[in-house]
């Protein structure tokens, strides 16, 4: 990245240079600002500028995504987020505590389902009174018959 003339980095990066610094490709910063999870400017010559705090939303952004939060839980955290200065500390805390409860529940539900694994044999046997994977105690049964997706169960879950 070049410096100004008085040896200072750029307040204001292109596209390209936001990619290359980031690692992610341009087609995903648009992606990204088109969601509105990033915010650039056009100059006089209608080029995308963005400001250097863009670097650590996109960083942000991307290690929300590497643990399995969906994008748009994403935008909405950093939608009260402000856009002209970088991400501080104590916001970094109020994000990762948010998305730690949605990975714990995450994370409980997938090691319920590696303990009781060996004890399934994938019948699809949700309507049978004794299934602890899919159906502990019948719950799914006042829910009618045929299959109940994982999707649902979290919903019970939940309820």
Same mark, same amino acid.
């Given at each position: 990245m070049k410096k100004d003339s008085e040896g200072r980095m750029p307040l204001e990066l292109t596209v390209g240079e936001v990619a290359q610094r980031s690692g992610v490709a341009v087609s995903t910063l648009h992606f990204y600002e088109t969601k509105g999870l990033i915010r650039?400017?056009?100059?006089?010559?209608?080029?995308?500028?963005?400001?250097?705090?863009?670097?650590?939303?996109?960083?942000?952004?991307?290690?929300?995504?590497?643990?399995g939060i969906?994008?748009? &839980?994403?935008?909405?955290?950093?939608?009260?987020?402000?856009? &002209?200065?970088?991400?501080?500390?104590? &916001?970094?805390?109020?994000?990762?505590?948010?998305?730690?409860?949605?990975?714990?529940?995450?994370i409980a539900s997938l090691t319920s389902l590696r &303990?009781?694994?060996?004890? *399934?044999?994938? *019948?699809? *046997?949700?309507?049978?009174?004794?299934c602890p994977l899919r159906n502990p105690q019948d719950m799914l049964g006042e829910k009618g018959a045929g299959p109940i997706l994982l999707e649902a169960d979290e919903q019970v879950d939940a309820d």
């Amino acid at each position: 990245m070049k410096k100004d003339s008085e040896g200072r980095m750029p307040l204001e990066l292109t596209v390209g240079e936001v990619a290359q610094r980031s690692g992610v490709a341009v087609s995903t910063l648009h992606f990204y600002e088109t969601k509105g999870l990033i915010r650039s400017w056009r100059n006089r010559g209608n080029q995308r500028r963005y400001p250097r705090v863009v670097l650590r939303r996109v960083a942000v952004i991307k290690v929300a995504q590497k643990t399995g939060i969906p994008l748009a &839980d994403i935008a909405e955290a950093l939608s009260v987020l402000p856009h &002209d200065r970088p991400l501080t500390a104590r &916001d970094w805390q109020r994000l990762s505590q948010t998305w730690k409860r949605q990975l714990d529940a995450r994370i409980a539900s997938l090691t319920s389902l590696r &303990d009781h694994l060996t004890g *399934c044999i994938g *019948c699809g *046997c949700l309507s049978m009174e004794e299934c602890p994977l899919r159906n502990p105690q019948d719950m799914l049964g006042e829910k009618g018959a045929g299959p109940i997706l994982l999707e649902a169960d979290e919903q019970v879950d939940a309820d």
